[in-house]
């Protein structure tokens, strides 16, 4: 590995064009210019700001958003449950403690696949930053589509089928992606 591989060079002129609360620190260290308290304070939202792509190579990388909606563990419980998706270990009661959370993501896609035909996302349980939740139902984060949704189509019909009244919206990652930072991609 040569020098030229681990030197992160950072030009703070590039993000100027992102609203402050979603601009990196000057110093192109982790974090947010304003600090993430600000950045919550306008999240979730609608529309992403162009510009938020991760770049190949070692790089300040923008934090992931993800796009769908965020709800508490118990809501999310209730909705698996209400929606026919739920995965409980076997021979274990339908509770909330025993819910696996990966094979009911899984199982969640392929009901979306298999009933309603969508293959345009598939959607991802996280956990997301927001003011009074903590998972995400997720079907795309910006360092999949950049800050394109999937079809609009798509995305009314799993709302559906979820039973959700909320449109989805933006919300910052919370699992170790949540904040401005130099990695390799």
Not at 81 to 92: E, I, Q, Y
Not at 170 to 184: L, M, P, S, T
Request: hydrophobic share 35%.
């Amino acid at each position: 590995m040569s020098a030229k591989d681990t030197v992160v060079t950072f030009d703070p002129s590039q993000y100027e064009h992102l609203p402050l609360e979603f601009q990196p620190p000057q110093d192109g260290g982790p974090g947010y210019l304003l600090g993430k308290p600000a950045l919550l304070s306008i999240l979730p939202v609608a529309r992403l700001p162009k510009g938020l792509l991760p770049k190949r190579g070692l790089r300040l990388q923008p934090p992931r958003f993800h796009y769908g909606w965020a709800y508490r563990e118990k809501e999310l419980f209730e909705m698996a449950k209400r929606c026919g998706f739920l995965v409980v270990p076997p021979d274990m009661p339908m509770e909330l403690r025993y819910m696996d959370d990966l094979a009911t993501q899984d199982e969640l896609g392929r009901l979306l696949r298999e009933q309603l035909g969508i293959h345009s996302c598939t959607p991802k349980l996280y956990v997301a930053f927001s003011r009074d939740s903590s998972l995400c139902i997720s079907l795309t984060t910006n360092y999949k589509t950049g800050n394109r949704p999937p079809p609009q189509d798509d995305v009314q019909a799993i709302q559906d089928f979820l039973g959700i009244e909320q449109p989805p919206a933006w919300f910052v990652d919370a699992e170790g992606y949540g904040k401005w930072q130099i990695f390799r991609i």
